[in-house]
């Protein structure tokens, strides 16, 4: 894809699933990279895999959860590179817990870190965007940014947020030339079930069955940065579980029970 080369791409959970294959199509791509996640071994291999002179990638670890470093490392990642074109928000963590059994503690790290953490890092990087009089945000949200879907509440809840903020962003920055793709993946075979929540705060530790049989990382991601070289507005990205959204907007009494049955089966 031409129209990401010599373009600095900063990309959130970088350091595997989508946000690695991500950083690959980037690389490919001829694109300058900044990747960002807590795991910076993970990252550091990432980079090497990616195969772009050292200079052309920066390893930039970070926890969402930590809101007061975002400036920091908006700095850091202007002092390497003095231009950022493009920030993917890809990072964040799932839950696969009922309401009932769920700790408030679990529901305050999931907002901390899916929506309260790409606000930050977004809200630290919209000056530079604004002064350059360009800029792309790009947020991997969810099919449950759409709809919702039992053992997912808090999830749900926060990707659902992250499409009132981003939508009201695109529309404050029109004028500013700063554009937002929100991007909504089905089922990916990425570790995000295993990785998920449980009740008590724990991981999950096992994988989805439909997870397990989703699309690949590396074609979502080429739909993710399809999305963004067309400057879509929003993107869902998948199977047959895509048409969803369509049924709720349609026929929402019907999703209500197609999903819910599908849940308890």
Known sequence: MTAFKDKVVW????S?????AI???????????ILSARRKTELDKVKKQCGLADNDVLVLPLDLAKHDEMEDKVNE??????????LINNGGISQRSLIVDTNMDVYKRLMDINYL???ALTKALLPHFIQQKSGHFSVVTSLMGKFSSPLRSGYCGAKHAL???FDA?????????VKVTI????????DISKNALVGDGSAQNTMDNATGKGMTPERCAQHILNAIKRDKYEVTIGGTETLAVKVKRFFPGLLHNIVRKAAVT
């Open 11 to 14: 990309i959130t959970g970088a």
């Open 16 to 20: 595997s699933g989508i946000g690695e």
């Open 23 to 33: 950083a690959h199509e980037c690389a490919k791509a001829g694109a300058k990279l």
């Open 77 to 86: 990642a202007l002092a390497h590179f003095n231009k950022i074109d493009i």
């Open 117 to 119: 953490g790409t606000v």
């Open 163 to 165: 499409h009132g903020f």
């Open 169 to 177: 962003l695109r529309m404050e920055h029109h004028d500013d030339n």
């Open 183 to 190: 991007v909504c993946p089905g089922y990916i075979r990425t």
